[in-house]
């Protein structure tokens, strides 16, 4: 029996993995070094507190229990990969062979190294723990400000590094959840403030206009400060200060300004593009190594025009789903298809009940952009967190041993 090893269990991964699974003459490994999926994108509702974090991860071991017999899951940290020996490494334990190999391993935040202090003074927001990091900061800020009258005077801000996708949403949601709580209690004087800083010279640089100056307008009302065309060129203790030696003051900041593939990635014999992400043929595979496939964040992905696209769930799960496609055409002496890779729409969440939606020329705002996006993130959800029951009951009370 061929074995196929998907490495990250994630939006590309997962997708690889639905396609290929109880397909007959092939096993598949999953690896991932966490056990669970963190769902990225439903993050912002984890730190506004909206969701309890259960809802936003789904456990890995019970979902590829649940996908059958001839799907295992493995916890373990990958090294490296030797693409000659088809032998993938970890850090600790057995190394691991593969007929084919499917590489899903996502990106991290790209802490700009000549930007001094970011790394040391900001936090990501792509992990579960970095998540949690700063919804406990935010919860913290609201108790302090309970049990200290004087406290509950202070002003406080939080600056958003970044003014893409992910920085805007969370901006928003941060701030409409403050300003929530501050009209229903009446327990803090003190206000929220967080800075949203891009170096563009408008957030969501790339989206349509129309978009732009909606999710502008949302912010603005919402009490977010926005500054466009603002470098940040150095970071100190509670101090970024921007390329025009101006400086915004901050008691916490997150970064959300850039990715690069996920460590190991960017140290495999393999051609690479400057955010460390695998280059891949049209057919995803890695060139001159037909049995390697490379999709989702950590691979430079782009449309049929050659352009490069940005990295989405979307799009992770569209070229986990062609890479596994092709490599069954593989195993079955068929050609591999190019990938047909684009972004078909977009929701982005604007705190509270409102959202956009764009999609194929129409845009949808509000409220019931917001009922669209909850439906398209419960669509992805249920069926994992289904199968993953049924996989949890196969696999007894508690299933966390390493198999
Ligand atoms: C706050 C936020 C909001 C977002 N909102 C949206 C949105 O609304 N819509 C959208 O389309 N996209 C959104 N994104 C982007 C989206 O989340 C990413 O593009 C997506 O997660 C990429 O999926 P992936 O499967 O390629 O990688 P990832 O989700 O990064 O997963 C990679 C997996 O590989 C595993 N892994 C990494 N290294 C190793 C190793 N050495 N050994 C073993 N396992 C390893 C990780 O544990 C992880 O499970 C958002 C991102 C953020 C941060």
């Known amino acids: 029996m061929l074995h196929a090893v998907i490495i990250g269990g994630s ?17 598949v490994t999953l690896v991932d070094r966490h056990p669970y999926h963190f769902l990225q994108t439903e993050g912002y509702d984890l730190i506004a507190g909206k969701v309890p974090f259960d809802a936003t991860i789904i456990g890995l071991r019970s979902l590829c229990a649940g996908f059958g017999s001839n799907v295992r899951f493995r916890l373990a940290v990958v090294r490296d990969v030797d693409f000659g020996a088809k032998k993938i490494l970890f850090e600790e334990g057995e190394p691991l062979s593969y007929d084919y190999l499917i590489i899903a391993a996502g990106a991290v935040t790209r802490f700009f190294e000549s930007v001094e202090g970011l790394r040391h003074y900001s936090s990501g927001v792509k992990s579960l723990r970095a998540a949690l990091k700063l919804k406990g900061f935010f919860e913290q800020e609201l108790y302090k400000r309970l049990e200290s009258a004087a406290q509950a005077k202070e002003h406080y801000s939080i600056l958003v590094g ?12 941060m701030q409409a959840y403050f300003n929530r709580y501050y009209r229903a209690n009446a327990l803090s004087c003190g206000r929220l403030q967080i800075h949203l800083v891009g170096a563009g010279p408008e957030i969501l640089s790339g989206l349509h206009p129309a978009v732009v100056r909606a999710a502008t307008k ?35 900041m997150i970064f959300t300004g850039g990715i690069v593939a996920a460590p190991f990635v960017r140290k495999l014999d393999a051609e690479h593009n400057r955010n460390g992400q695998l280059k891949v043929t049209p057919v995803l595979q890695i060139p001159g190594r037909a049995e390697v496939f490379a999709v989702g964040d950590a691979a430079d992905l782009r449309d049929r025009a050659g352009r490069r696209l940005p990295p989405t769930a979307q799009t992770a799960e569209l070229s986990g789903a062609v890479a596994a496609r092709n490599l069954l055409a593989m195993v079955q002496g068929r050609q591999p298809k190019k990938a047909d890779l684009r972004i078909r729409g977009l929701a982005i969440a604007l705190g509270g009940r409102y959202a956009i939606i764009e999609a194929k020329g129409i845009r949808i705002y509000g409220f019931s952009a917001y009922l669209g996006k909850k439906a398209i993130e419960k669509l992805y959800k249920f069926p994992l967190k289904f199968r993953a029951r049924a996989g949890f009951r196969k696999l007894g009370m508690c299933p966390v041993e390493e198999g």
């Open 11 to 27: 939006y590309a991964g997962l997708k690889a993995l639905r396609v290929l699974a109880g397909r007959p003459g092939i096993r």
């Open 162 to 173: 970044g003014a893409g996708l992910s920085g805007v949403e969370i901006a928003a949601e």
């Open 218 to 252: 949302r912010l603005k009302a919402l009490g977010v400060r926005l500054h466009t065309g603002a470098r940040i060129v150095k970071v100190e203790e509670r101090k970024a200060i921007l390329g025009d030696g101006k400086s915004i003051p901050f008691d916490f």
